[in-house]
């Protein structure tokens, strides 16, 4: 039963410090207790929303392009002989159709976007009730011994900070790091598709990021648990 209760609890708490530096362990709970189903459809919304971002830079270039190469004089042209220069006639058929492109890719992004909010909003809800149940679950079928051996601090700031950390810190954690790697692999998509010869220059960095991101993890979860630890105590004797 302890070690039941020792697992449950161990999610909320490896899921709170998964905010400072998670891990595969920690990612895999926490992405159960929330449901793949809902994961899917996050990431999901997360890589249409980067995409149709990207779509709205790519459409503008090709329109700009467009009137580069005399789109724009021949409708200038067309504008002036009107008798209304304000009219909708004075808009051709090339540029009603990158306007209405453009809105089309507009409107798909702020769709994509509310899926993302309102799945990330309910996978965090529904991780945060399962690691809670789980947990509390696990706790009250411990035996006696358990609550002998084990300090009431550490079992309170269980349910009390670590479940904090999981029902509000790591879903907004989870959707800010999301969209800047959406961001980040979208932009070096467009790079790398305009220059191509940018592609080693990636490699360095990625390693140079690396070899800063392995140290800091690594304090960043011992910050963690030496916090948790240090709280016990104090919860205790409140």
Not at 53 to 73: C, F, K, P, Q
Request: glycine share 10%; net charge positive; with cysteine.
């Amino acid at each position: 039963k302890r070690i039941g209760y020792e697992t449950a609890v161990g999610g909320a708490s490896a899921a709170a410090a998964a905010c400072a530096s998670p891990s595969p362990a920690t990612t895999a709970a926490w992405l159960g207790a929330a449901g793949w189903g809902l994961v899917a459809v996050a990431l999901a919304s997360v890589a249409l929303m980067q995409a149709t971002r990207n779509g709205g830079d790519v459409w503008l270039a090709a329109w700009v392009g467009a009137e580069d190469a005399g789109v724009r004089g021949e409708e200038v042209a067309a504008a002036t002989d009107s008798s209304s220069a304000l009219s909708s006639s004075s808009l051709g058929p090339a540029t009603r159709f990158y306007v209405a492109g453009l809105l089309v890719i507009a409107v798909a992004n702020s769709v994509f976007a509310l899926v993302r909010a309102f799945s990330f909003a309910f996978a965090g809800l529904r991780a945060a009730k399962a690691l809670h149940d789980r947990a509390l679950a696990a706790l009250l079928a411990s035996p006696p011994a358990f609550f002998a051996a084990a300090p009431a601090g550490r079992v309170l700031n269980r349910f009390g900070a670590d479940v904090g950390v999981v029902d509000d810190a790591l879903p907004f954690v989870a959707n800010v790091a999301l969209a800047n790697f959406a961001g980040l692999a979208g932009a070096a998509a467009v790079m790398l598709g305009a220059q191509p010869a940018l592609a080693p220059a990636l490699l360095p960095l990625a390693a140079g990021f690396r070899s800063l991101q392995i140290p800091y993890s690594a304090a960043a979860r011992e910050l963690r648990r030496l916090d948790a630890v240090a709280r016990s105590p104090v919860v205790a004797g409140v």
